[in-house]
């Protein structure tokens, strides 16, 4: 009896241990193979911030509600003319570029030496390939060229004059530098230098650091309130891209690089899980890894699509302090929306086929 109990408490303690590890229980992982359910998704977002209810006035609600719904359908028709998805992204983000009303090509916030310096990245879940830009000056439609970095180059990423040499090599639209001027970000720019510097010249910030307004108090100010512009597809293949552009944030030191061309940070896609697009304080989703976080969680925890968004965006990003938002699909259609900002400028189809126009929060 005695050998028995001794073999019984051998086997229950010490084999578990040299036991090979055991596969993680099923309902723990997601299905990575399979059949993916065929319905077309889309969606995409034009930045968040301050944007409280009744801070537009109709027109200019107008303004960015049609500006929305433009780059959506555009987006949602390519995909269902059988287009890939990284067309889809790649057009509504063009559309986005070309406005004014975005912080992406055209309406691109000024650094804080008066120039404007766009950053740019685009991802196919299905190869996990992925092209980035960031700091150019001259090229009129970021992503474009970050599709061209994912597609004609061997790398991922580029950046300043060897992007735009790129660019010029593959014929990709150059324009001049004075083109992404509009008054609007100027005159942000010169209200944020101005906040600057009466708070480094009162007494008691004398022989301070200066210091530089932070992107919430810049938030406020009026005309900075809109932001960069992303895109998430799924397409009839069952093929997940994602893409976002973005001209920084207004007042950036020279040469700052935010989250939008950062793989993993502003930008992810992956059939296996979902695409991401987000926007915010670029430094914060750096740090956290914002888009392959959501990613990670839907493949390491089963987390379902919205559920993986809010633990990232409302209890990680929040928790330290930055602030922002994301637009997330998976691999079925199924979208995820979280910010913690006021508002985030969106728009999506929904199941009925229908574009749905947001910019406030519930
Ligand atoms: N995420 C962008 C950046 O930090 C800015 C924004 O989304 O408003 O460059």
Not at 324 to 349: C, L, T
């Amino acid at each position: 009896m005695k050998n028995y109990l001794a073999i019984l408490l051998l086997v229950i303690t010490v084999l578990p241990s040299i036991a090979p590890a055991q596969k993680p229980a099923p309902a723990e992982i997601i299905q990575l193979q399979g059949p993916q359910n065929p319905r077309l998704g889309f969606i995409i977002h034009g930045g968040a911030g301050v944007i409280a209810k009744g801070s537009l006035t109709p027109q200019q609600e107008k303004a960015y509600r049609d500006k929305l719904e433009e780059a959506v359908l555009a987006g949602y028709k390519a995909l269902q003319a059988g287009k890939p998805a990284l067309d889809a992204v790649e057009i509504a983000i063009r559309i986005l570029e070309d406005s004014p009303l975005f912080n992406a090509g055209k309406g691109a916030v000024f650094t804080h030496d008066g120039k404007n310096e766009l950053d740019a990245s685009i991802m196919d879940g299905k190869t996990l390939a992925a092209g980035a830009v960031a700091g150019v000056h001259r090229v009129k439609n970021p992503i474009t060229l970050a599709r061209a970095v994912m597609e004609k180059s061997p790398h991922v990423m580029m950046i300043g004059d060897g992007a735009e040499q790129f660019a010029a090599e593959q014929k990709i639209e150059l324009v001049d530098p004075k083109y992404f001027w509009t008054q609007p970000r100027w005159d942000a720019l010169q209200l944020i230098l101005k906040e600057e510097k009466d708070k480094s010249s009162k007494p008691e910030a004398q022989g301070q650091k200066p210091k530089s307004v932070s992107r919430r108090e810049a938030a406020e100010l009026p005309y900075n309130k809109f932001g960069t512009v992303g895109a998430v597809a799924l397409d009839k293949d069952g093929n997940i891209a994602a893409g976002t552009s973005t001209g920084g944030m207004t007042n950036k030191k020279y040469g700052r690089v935010g989250d939008a061309p950062i793989i993993g940070a502003g930008t992810y896609a992956n059939n296996q899980t979902c695409g991401v697009s987000g926007t915010g304080w670029g430094e914060y989703f750096i740090r956290l890894g914002v888009a392959r976080d959501i990613s990670s969680l839907m493949e390491y925890r089963a987390l379902p699509i919205q559920a993986a968004a809010d633990l990232v965006v409302k209890r990680k990003l929040q928790g330290l302090g930055g602030d922002g938002g994301v637009i997330a699909m998976d691999k079925f259609g199924n979208i995820g929306i979280s910010f913690n900002s006021e508002g985030m400028y969106r728009a999506y189809i929904n199941k009925e086929g229908k574009p749905v126009v947001e910019i406030y929060g519930k």
